[in-house]
C-alpha cells in the first residue's frame, strides 16, 4: 500500500493521468456545446477500438508509424533540435522501400530482399534528415525552415520518382511490392487486420533510443549537446558532430515509419495528392510522451487509440471526428502547461502533507 | 515575356505574398518579445474560419461590399483569442514554447472543422463567399508594369505594405517597440527598469493572433472564397521561416514573404512557357522550396533570434 501511495505521489505519473483526464472532459464540454451526447460519444469511441479483433488489429497498425514519428521527433527534441521534418524523412522512407522492393524484387530471394528495402528506408530517410542537421551544423541554418523545406521536396521528389519509375499501368500508384512486412500468420487470430513486423521494429527503436541515450558516452554527448550546446562545446565535445549524428538517427526512425506503412500496410505506393501528415502527429506524440521513450510508446497508444476510434465515433454518436483533435490538443496544452493540473491536485497534496505530519 | 505579363507575375506574387506578410509579422511580434510561436498555422487557420464564417453571416445580413471586413474583423478577435490559449500556457504558467505553439495548431485543425460541421449541417466547407475585389489606384494603376502589378490590387495587399513600414517604426523608433524588443532580449534588465514582462510578452503573442489571423483570413477573402480543411496547408510554417529568413525585422520579413509569393507565381508562370514541357512538373513544384534552401546557404548565414527567446521569464532566477 505505501509503495503503491510512493508511485501516485510521483508527479512523473499523476500529472500527465490527470492531463489526460482534463482533456477527455474538455472534449466533454464542447461536445455538450456541440448538443452532442459526450457519453455516447465516448463509448462509441471505446467499442470502436475494442469492440472486435479486427479492430484491434487495425489500431495497433495505427499507432505503429506514430510511435516510430514520434520517437524521431523526441530523439532530435533531446538533442536540441526540432524536427518538423518527419513527414519529408517518411515519405523519402517509402519511396526507398518501394525502390528497392519493386526493383530488385525479381532478383533476390524474400529473405535478402525485405532486409535491404527495410535498411534503404531508414538510410535514406536518415540521410534526408542528415541534410537539415548538415546545413545546421555547418552553415548555422535553422532546422525549422530546412526541414520544412525538405518536407516539400520530398513530396514532390517521391512523387517524381512514383510516377516515372515504379507506376502501375493506368493508375496512380505504384507496382505491387513484393517485398513484405506482413504477420501474415496472425491475420486469421485479428480476423485479417493488417499487421506487420514494423510494430516490432517501432518497439526496438524505443529500447534502442532509450539504451543510447541513457547507457553509451556517444548518448551521454547528445544530451548534453541537447541541453546546452555551449557547455558541451567547452567540454571538448564536437557539437556539429553530434547535431548532424542526432538528425540522422532520428530521419532513420521516421524511414522506418515509411517502411511499415509501404511494406507492410500497403504493399504498394500511391502518388501523394498532399503531405499525408505522419510527421505532425509524430510532433504530438512525442510531445504528449515527454520526449521519453517508454512516454512515446504510451503516448502513440493513446493518440492511435483516440484517432482509430473517433472514426466509431462519428457512426456510433454522429460527432464529427476532429473533435479528437481537440481532445489530444488539450491533454498536451495540460501536460505542457503543468502548473494547471498542480493548481486543480492542490487541495490532494494538501491533505497528503497532513497526513504525514499525523 | 512582354510588360502585361511582367505586371501580371509581379501581381501574382503580391497575392501569394499577402498572408505571408501579416503572418510573419505577427511571428516577429511574438518572438520579439521572448515567445516562440510555433502555433502561426494554427493561428491562421482560426482567422481564415472567422473570415469565411464573419463573411458568410455579414453577406447575409446585406451588407455587401462591406462583409468581407467583417470577416476581417472576426479573424482578428478569433486570431487574439486563440493565441491567448499560447500566451496562458507559455507566459503565466511556463509551459514550454514550442509545446503551447503546436497546441494552437491541434485545437485550432480540429476545432474549426468541427465548427464548420456544427454550423453548416456536417458539410467539410464553408459556403462560397464573394470575397474582396481587386482596387485600381487611379493614376497610379496606369504605370506600365508596377501599374499593373502594385497598383491594382486587393485592399489586403495595400494595408500589408503599409503596415511593413507602420511596424518597422513601432518597433525600432517608439518606446513601446524598445521595451517589447528589451523585454526579448534580456527580460531581468527590462524589468529592473520597471517593464512590466509578461505584459509585454502578452501583448506580443496577443499581436501575434490578430496579425496571423487577417493573414488566414486574406487567404479566404482573396484566393479561395471558402475555408476547408487544406485551405492553409502550410502557410503558417512558411510564414515562420520567412520570419526567420528576415531574421525578425519586418522589413526582412516581408523581403522574403515576397520571395516565397514570387517562387509561387513564377511557378505558375513557367508553366505557360513550351520548354517547360520537358521538365517533370514536380521539378516545377520544387522549386519554392529548393530556392529558399540556396538562398539560405549561399547568402543569409546564421540567424540571429531574440536571445532570450524561447526563455519563461522568472523574477526569482534574476
Redesign the interface.
Known amino acids: 500500500m505505501s509503495r503503491l501511495r510512493k508511485i501516485f505521489a510521483t508527479d512523473v505519473y499523476i500529472v500527465p493521468l490527470v492531463a489526460i483526464l482534463m482533456g477527455f472532459l474538455v472534449g466533454a464540454i ?1 461536445m455538450l456545446f ?1 448538443g452532442y451526447d459526450p457519453i455516447a460519444a465516448y463509448s462509441a469511441l471505446f467499442k470502436r477500438v475494442f469492440g472486435s479483433p479486427y479492430d484491434f488489429g487495425e489500431a495497433i497498425r495505427e499507432m505503429t508509424p506514430l510511435m516510430l514519428t514520434g520517437l524521431a521527433v523526441a530523439f532530435a527534441f533531446r538533442s536540441g533540435m ?1 524536427n ?1 521534418g518527419a513527414d519529408g524523412q517518411v515519405m523519402i522512407g517509402m519511396t526507398a522501400a518501394s525502390v528497392v522492393g519493386i526493383k530488385l524484387g525479381g532478383v533476390l530471394p524474400s529473405f535478402l530482399l525485405v532486409p535491404l528495402a527495410v535498411i534503404a528506408a531508414a538510410v535514406c530517410g536518415g540521410l534526408w534528415a542528415g541534410i537539415a542537421g548538415y ?1 545546421k551544423a555547418k ?4 532546422e ?3 526541414t ?3 518536407n ?2 520530398a513530396l ?2 517521391s ?2 520518382i512514383v ?2 519509375f515504379l507506376l502501375l499501368q493506368g493508375q496512380n500508384r505504384s507496382e505491387d511490392n513484393p517485398a513484405s512486412l506482413s504477420m501474415t500468420f496472425l491475420f486469421s487470430t485479428f480476423d485479417n487486420a493488417r499487421l506487420h513486423w514494423g510494430t516490432v521494429i517501432a518497439l526496438a527503436a524505443a529500447t534502442f533510443f532509450y539504451v543510447y541515450l541513457w547507457k553509451t558516452k556517444q548518448g551521454y554527448e547528445m544530451r548534453a549537446v541537447g541541453l546546452n550546446p555551449h557547455a558541451a562545446e567547452y567540454a571538448g565535445m564536437n557539437v556539429g558532430r553530434n547535431v548532424v549524428k542526432a538528425m540522422f538517427i532520428s530521419g532513420v526512425f521516421a524511414g522506418l515509419a515509411g517502411a511499415g506503412e509501404v511494406l507492410g500496410v500497403f504493399h504498394y505506393q500511391s502518388v501523394f495528392a ?2 499525408p501528415g505522419y510527421g ?1 502527429d509524430g ?2 506524440v512525442a ?1 504528449l510522451g515527454l520526449t521519453h521513450p517508454l512516454g512515446v510508446i504510451l503516448a502513440a497508444i493513446l493518440y492511435g487509440t483516440l484517432t482509430y476510434g473517433s472514426a466509431g465515433m462519428s457512426f456510433g454518436a454522429d460527432v ?1 471526428p ?9 491533454i ?2 495540460f ?6 493540473v498542480r493548481w486543480v491536485l492542490k487541495p490532494f497534496y494538501f491533505k497528503r502533507k497532513k497526513e504525514k505530519v499525523l | 515575356m512582354d510588360f502585361v505579363v511582367l505586371g501580371q507575375l509581379l501581381n501574382t506574387t503580391l497575392v501569394f505574398s499577402t498572408a505571408l506578410i501579416f503572418a510573419s509579422l505577427g511571428g516577429i511580434f511574438s518572438e520579439r518579445s521572448g515567445v516562440v510561436n ?1 502555433g502561426l498555422e494554427g493561428l491562421m487557420m482560426f482567422g481564415a474560419f472567422a473570415a469565411a464564417v464573419g463573411g458568410y453571416y455579414a453577406q447575409d445580413a446585406g451588407m455587401g461590399e462591406w462583409a468581407p471586413w467583417v470577416g476581417v474583423l472576426c479573424a482578428m478577435a478569433v486570431g487574439i483569442i486563440g493565441s491567448l ?1 499560447h500566451a ?2 507559455a507566459i ?5 514554447q ?3 505553439g ?2 494552437i ?3 485550432a ?3 474549426t ?2 465548427m464548420v ?2 454550423f453548416f449541417e ?1 458539410s467539410g466547407e464553408t459556403p462560397l463567399i464573394d470575397g474582396f475585389s481587386k482596387v485600381a489606384i487611379p493614376g497610379l494603376s496606369k504605370i506600365p508594369v508596377i501599374g499593373e502589378g502594385i497598383f491594382n490590387s486587393y485592399p489586403t495587399t495595400y494595408l500589408a505594405i503599409i503596415l511593413v513600414i507602420v511596424i518597422y517604426f513601432i518597433l525600432f523608433k517608439t518606446p513601446f517597440g524598445l521595451r517589447l524588443r528589451a523585454v526579448g532580449e534580456h527580460p531581468s534588465a527590462a524589468d529592473t527598469l520597471g517593464v512590466n514582462v509578461n505584459k509585454m510578452r502578452y501583448i506580443g503573442v496577443m499581436l501575434s493572433g490578430l496579425l496571423a489571423g487577417i493573414g488566414g483570413a486574406t487567404i479566404t477573402l482573396t484566393t479561395t472564397g471558402t475555408f476547408a480543411h ?1 485551405t492553409i ?2 502557410q503558417g ?2 510564414a ?2 520567412a520570419m ?2 528576415g531574421k525578425w525585422n519586418p522589413l526582412g520579413a516581408f523581403g522574403a514573404a515576397v520571395f516565397f509569393g514570387f517562387s509561387q507565381a513564377i511557378r505558375n508562370y513557367v508553366q505557360l512557357f513550351e520548354w517547360s514541357k520537358s521538365i ?1 512538373q ?2 516545377i ?2 522549386i ?3 530556392l ?2 540556396i538562398v ?2 549561399s547568402a ?4 540571429s533570434a531574440p536571445k532570450a527567446l524561447g526563455e519563461p521569464y522568472d523574477p526569482s532566477k534574476r
Not at chain 1, 552553415?139 to 535553422?142: D, E, P, S, V
Not at chain 1, 501536460?335 to 494547471?340: D, L, P, S, T
Not at chain 2, 543569409?300 to 540567424?303: A, D, E, F, H, I
Request: charged share 10%.
Open positions: 464542447v456541440g526540432f518538423i546545413l552553415r548555422g541554418i535553422n525549422v525552415i530546412t520544412i523545406m525538405l516539400w521536396i514532390f521528389l512523387n517524381y510516377r516515372t498532399a503531405s505532425f510532433i504530438a510531445l464529427p476532429e473533435l479528437i483533435r481537440i481532445v489530444i490538443g488539450s498536451i496544452f501536460i505542457a502547461a503543468q502548473g494547471i | 510555433i490559449i496562458v500556457a503565466t504558467f511556463k509551459a514550454d514550442t509545446i503551447s503546436t497546441v495548431n491541434f485545437l485543425a480540429g476545432s472543422l468541427y460541421k456544427l456536417g487544406n496547408s502550410g510554417f512558411i515562420i521561416a526567420i529568413f517533370p514536380e521539378f513544384f520544387m519554392p522550396y529548393v529558399t534552401i539560405l546557404v543569409v548565414g546564421r540567424s
